[in-house]
């Protein structure tokens, strides 16, 4: 997983003690520009990383938008900045498909 480089900034210059940081009030998941983002929500961190608390399911596509083989993370359910490229327990890759929908079970969507 790779976080955006200007949230890293942001975050790094807050712990080093040269700005403030703002968490995001919601995340939400992108699969591909084009269709509607839907909020992630995660648990605790264990260990070093969170995975998601919730079930993460868009609605059913109305295009065909080739393969997927990642996500990506935003602080705003539309514009907003990107947080985080994602790592995910899922295929290699996904279909997106029109008519399918697709879904992110609990634990499968992980930021460390």
């Known amino acids: 997983m790779a976080y955006d ?7 790094l210059n807050f712990i080093t ?3 403030t940081f703002t968490p995001p009030v ?3 998941l992108e699969l591909i520009t084009g269709v509607p983002r839907v909020q992630v929500t995660f648990g605790p961190v264990s260990g ?3 995975s998601n608390d ?3 399911t868009f609605p059913i596509l109305v295009s065909d ?21 994602t790592d995910w327990m899922y295929p290699a890759s996904v279909d997106l ?3 399918k929908i697709i ?9 460390y």
């Open 5 to 11: 480089a200007a949230f890293k900034a942001e975050l």
């Open 17 to 19: 003690g040269n700005g």
């Open 26 to 28: 919601g995340l939400y």
């Open 48 to 50: 070093t990383y969170a």
């Open 54 to 56: 919730n079930v993460v």
């Open 65 to 85: 938008y080739g393969s997927i083989s990642s996500t990506s993370i935003w602080d705003a359910i539309s514009g907003g900045a990107k947080v985080a490229d």
């Open 97 to 99: 498909t029109a008519g």
């Open 103 to 111: 879904s992110f079970p609990v634990g499968s969507i992980s930021l």
